[in-house]
Structures are given as structure tokens and as C-alpha cells.
């Protein structure tokens, strides 16, 4: 047992023999559904999922399509193509007390994800962090800091693409909406929610001739830190570059 590495001891030991009650099992209230706006936020509209004119791709396609594209062109993605891909990697269909039903699935319908955008080159939406708020389906500007991109890719250990990218897509996890329910075995769903958004991400960009390269290799603590968030509580797990198909 001394001999455990910390992988093999984080996967003993959020066995379920070794779990204690949740706070959701001792009754403690469950927190918000998403991480609320401050207050009197003015909140960007995104097109309407069921007004989108995205051209049909057969599902077995799009299967077949889908790479990891490192390389984008400089045209610009339409706010509609964006409000597909944040509809179709974390849209909320419906909205109850206790959760939210989403295009992903959610161990429990937890849905601990909240999704940071570093926009580049989308049609009307300036340079800078958003935050998607799914159950508007709207976004909140968090900074317009024009070398916000070059210190994203600074901290993606200074992976090239991610300066040219139209958008990247930065999934963040609020675990007390994992752990309420579950505790730390919270901890093993919580990157398995993030692959599911991802690959809805790279199946969904097919229809709209976007190229999606993922990315986990990043230097926690400076995107951590990039992004205004505790590190412990709120943190960044995954990434997604995007942006049209093409050679610059
Ligand atoms: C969990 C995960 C992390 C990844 N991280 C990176 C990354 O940091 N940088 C990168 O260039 N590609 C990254 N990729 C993309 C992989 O390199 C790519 O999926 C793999 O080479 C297979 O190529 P394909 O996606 O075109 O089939 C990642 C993929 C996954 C699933």
C-alpha cells in the first residue's frame, strides 16, 4: 500500500468501499446549476439552435471526417457556427430544479462543466474570455486583454496552433456540483463529461468545415491563473482549438 503512486492511489481510493456519505447524502442543499453571472452582467445573445441554418452532415460521415486539424485559415467563424458547436457540446435542453438535460451526458446530470472561450476570429464578437451560460445560451465577457491568446498559448506550453485558432474552447469544472452528489469519486467523472463535450465538439465542427484539435497538455497553474479561478474548487481540465479548414 506504502508503494502506491498517486494515480493507483487516487483510483483505490475513490473506490466505493472507501467513499464516505455525500453532502447530498447528509442533506446539505445542492449548489446553483451553473456558476452565476455577477450581478447586472450584460450577457451576449447567440443565435437560436432551432434558427441555425447548419448544412446536414450524415452522422457515419462525420465519424469518418473527424481528425485532429492543427492548421486553420483566416476566415472567420459566423456567431451562428458558434452557437452550434456551444449548443451541440453543452446546449441545455431543458431546465429543472435539481439539473439540467443537455445534447452530453452527465454522470447524474451534474453537469460540472462551464466553458471559457478565447475568441479570435468570430463574426461581431470582439477579441477576448467569455464564458458560455449554457441555460441562456448566451455568453459573458470576462476580459478583452488583446494578448489574451498569447498567453493562452504560453500556458498551453506554447503550442503554436492556439494562436491561430478562430476560437478555443476552455472546459473548467465547478466540482462541488460532482461532489455534492458523488464525493471524490466526483473526481473520476469529471474528465469523462469533458471527453464527451469534446468529441460532440470535433464531430459537430464536420457540418461547418471546422477543424478541432484537442488539448490537455497545459501548464495548470497559468491557465489556472489565467482564467480567475481558485485552482481547487474551479479549474480547467481540457481544451479545444477551433477554426476553419485550410492552410494559412
Ligand atoms: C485527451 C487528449 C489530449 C490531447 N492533447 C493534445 C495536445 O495537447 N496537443 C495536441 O496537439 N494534440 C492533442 N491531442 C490530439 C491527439 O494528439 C490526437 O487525437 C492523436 O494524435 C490522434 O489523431 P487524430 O485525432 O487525428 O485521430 C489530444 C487528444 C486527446 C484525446
Request: aromatic share 12%; glycine share 8%; hydrophobic share 40%.
Amino acid at each position: 500500500m506504502t508503494d502506491l503512486k498517486i494515480g493507483q492511489e487516487f483510483m483505490k481510493f475513490t473506490q466505493y468501499e472507501f467513499l464516505e456519505g455525500s453532502d447530498q447524502f447528509l442533506g446539505l442543499p445542492q449548489p446553483p446549476l451553473e456558476v452565476p453571472c455577477p450581478e447586472g452582467s450584460i450577457l451576449i445573445k447567440l443565435p437560436e439552435p432551432g434558427e441555425l441554418a447548419i448544412p446536414t452532415l450524415e452522422l457515419g460521415e462525420a465519424i469518418a471526417r473527424r481528425s485532429s486539424r492543427r492548421s486553420y485559415s483566416d476566415e472567420e467563424v459566423s456567431q451562428g457556427e458558434l452557437s452550434w458547436l456551444l449548443w451541440c457540446t453543452q446546449g441545455v435542453r431543458e431546465i429543472f430544479a435539481e439539473a439540467t438535460i443537455r445534447n452530453v451526458p452527465s454522470a447524474g446530470a451534474r453537469h460540472p462543466l462551464e466553458t471559457y472561450l478565447s475568441i479570435h476570429n468570430v463574426s461581431g464578437i470582439e477579441k477576448g474570455l467569455y464564458r458560455y451560460i449554457a441555460t441562456r445560451h448566451s455568453l459573458l465577457e470576462i476580459t478583452k486583454d488583446p494578448a489574451f491568446d498569447f498567453k493562452l498559448a504560453k500556458a498551453c506550453l506554447g503550442q503554436k496552433f492556439v494562436l491561430s485558432s478562430a476560437v478555443t474552447f476552455i472546459w473548467t469544472v465547478d466540482m462541488y456540483r460532482s461532489t455534492w452528489r458523488y464525493g471524490q469519486r466526483g473526481y473520476r467523472y469529471i474528465f469523462l463529461d469533458a471527453g464527451h463535450a469534446c468529441q460532440n465538439l470535433y464531430l459537430s465542427a464536420e457540418s461547418v468545415n471546422c477543424g478541432v484539435c484537442a488539448i490537455a497538455a497545459f501548464h495548470d497553474r497559468s491557465l489556472t491563473e489565467l482564467l480567475q479561478l481558485d485552482g481547487f474548487e474551479r479549474f480547467p481540465i481540457y481544451l479545444a482549438c477551433v477554426g476553419k479548414r485550410g492552410e494559412k
